[in-house]
């Protein structure tokens, strides 16, 4: 199964911009939708934004529509998510999944792998 890898977390000020990566390897991230999840202490674990294999489709919760911007370059089997306007409820792990499914899903049971997670924590 694909092991995934996300890096690029970081301390930032609310109103700054972070992107923080997934890479995989020991397998290809082709026909794999993909998502990012959060979880902040003492909280579950959040659908934060899906995209479809191709790249064609993606999804947000509501919370950072408008703010957030996941793609992905399956040439390189790599994933991003590009945080703009961060806000202090932004601060949580974020973790980085795939799934076998092609198109999005909010739905954690889909995704199959999953990253060990890199802390965003946005200060005030």
């Known amino acids: 199964q694909v092991q995934l890898v996300e890096s690029g977390g970081g301390l930032v000020q609310a109103g700054g911009s972070l992107t923080i990566s997934c890479a995989a390897s020991?397998?290809?991230?082709?026909?794999?939708?993909m998502g990012w999840f959060r979880q902040a202490p003492g909280k579950e674990r959040d659908f934060v934004a899906a995209?479809?294999?191709?790249?064609?489709?993606?999804d947000y919760v509501d919370s950072v529509k408008g703010r957030f911007s996941i793609s992905r370059d399956n040439a390189k089997n790599m994933v991003y998510l590009q945080m703009n306007s961060l806000k202090t409820e932004d601060t949580a792990v974020y973790f980085c999944?795939?799934?076998?499914?092609?198109?999005?899903?909010?739905?954690?049971?889909?995704?199959?792998?999953w990253g060990q997670g890199t802390q965003v924590t946005v200060s005030s």
């Open positions: 999944a795939a799934s076998l499914q092609s198109t999005t899903s909010r739905r954690d049971t889909t995704y199959r792998s």
């Open positions: 020991g397998g290809s991230l082709g026909r794999l939708s």
């Open positions: 995209i479809s294999w191709h790249g064609g489709r993606m």
